[in-house]
Structures are given as structure tokens and as C-alpha cells.
């Protein structure tokens, strides 16, 4: 492991070095922007993104192309899988069908039964058009841009240089953030 060039930019700080460089530094990183940062949940999604020693090149990848996709809708929080929907849904046409025999409004159960139906076919396309997206990241996107990282305070950026190391880029939005940051690192530049 070699000493990282760590190089002070407009909009936050640039790192170049080996994989166990950039590895070692974006962990400095993620314990600099905890102490300053008000946002936890950005902290814990970087913890589970930075690149790792043992980690590949791939692994990262396939982070990044998570990272990047839809986050899950409510249609999927509610949903409690296809046989439970349309049996409810099956339920809920047979409730129906009874009161419409017994001479009441059929409508509530057939609506609750098109709830169902629309539970299923919504949260499976959403989880179809995620494993899509998905793909098309991990095969496509990251072939010829970086593995990124972005939340509404920060966003990273890491290259591989062909061959030839890493670049490991840190971009903060908001200046005050910035500025505290790049003071706490100042030794290194």
C-alpha cells in the first residue's frame, strides 16, 4: 500500500491510489463526514457502499447498480405475495357474489378483490423494471462511467484509471459542510 495523493478540489477532495488506498481513505472518510454530517441515514448508506479491501472490483459494481435503482414502493410494502393476494382477491369475489345474492352491494368486495389484483400486478412489474434497471447498470451504466455514491450532502465518484490505480472523488454540496471537512483533512493535502 502506497501513500494516496489527496488533492483539495472546488467542490470537495480527490484521491488517487492503489485499490487498498482508496479502500483505506474512504473509510477516513466515511468517520470525517459522520462527525460533521447531520444526515445518519447517508452515513449508514455509504458504510454499506465504500469500497472494501476484500471486496472486487464487481462487488462494488453491484452495489453502485443497487444503489442507483428505484427504492421500494409502498404497492411492495403492502404486497403479501402472489398467493395470499389473489386467494384474498378470490375471497373477496366470492363476499361479493354473496351479497349480491343476499341483495346488497356487491361493490366493496369487488373493489377489495381489484385492490388485490393490483397489489400483485403492481408490485411484481416494479420488481421486474428493478431487476431491468439493475441489469442495465451493472452491464451497461458502469462499463463507461464510475461506480458512484450520491445523497442529497455528498456524492462520490470512483474511477479506475486502466490499469493505472484509482481516483476516488468526494463532492459536497453544501459549503459549510465542505469547509469543515476539507479543514479536518487539511494535513493531507
Do not use: H
Not at 31 to 42: A, C, F, M, P, R
Not at 88 to 114: F, M, Q, R, W
Not at 133 to 158: A, H, Q, V, W
Amino acid at each position: 500500500m502506497t501513500k494516496p495523493k489527496v488533492k483539495k478540489i472546488n467542490s470537495g477532495v480527490k484521491i488517487s491510489g492503489d485499490w487498498e488506498d482508496i479502500c483505506d481513505y474512504s473509510r477516513k472518510l466515511e468517520l470525517v463526514i459522520e462527525k460533521y454530517s447531520k444526515d445518519k441515514k447517508s452515513i449508514e448508506d455509504f458504510n454499506g457502499w465504500r469500497p472494501r479491501e476484500r471486496e472486487t472490483e464487481k462487488e462494488v459494481a453491484e452495489k453502485t447498480a443497487e444503489k442507483a435503482c428505484m427504492n421500494e414502493k409502498q404497492v411492495e410494502k403492502d404486497f403479501n405475495g402472489t398467493d395470499e393476494e389473489l386467494e384474498e382477491a378470490g375471497e373477496n369475489i366470492k363476499k361479493s357474489v354473496d351479497d349480491l345474492s343476499n341483495g346488497c352491494n356487491p361493490g366493496k368486495g369487488i373493489k377489495d378483490a381489484s385492490k388485490n389484483i393490483g397489489k400483485v400486478i403492481g408490485a411484481k412489474s416494479i420488481r421486474s423494471i428493478r431487476k431491468m434497471e439493475k441489469g442495465i447498470y451493472e452491464r451497461i451504466m458502469l462499463k463507461f462511467n464510475p461506480f458512484y455514491f450520491d445523497t442529497e450532502e455528498f456524492s462520490i465518484n470512483l474511477e479506475d484509471k486502466n490499469g493505472d490505480g484509482y481516483v476516488l472523488t468526494l463532492n459536497i454540496t453544501d459549503e459549510t459542510l465542505r469547509k469543515k471537512i476539507i479543514n479536518s483533512l487539511k494535513d493531507e493535502f
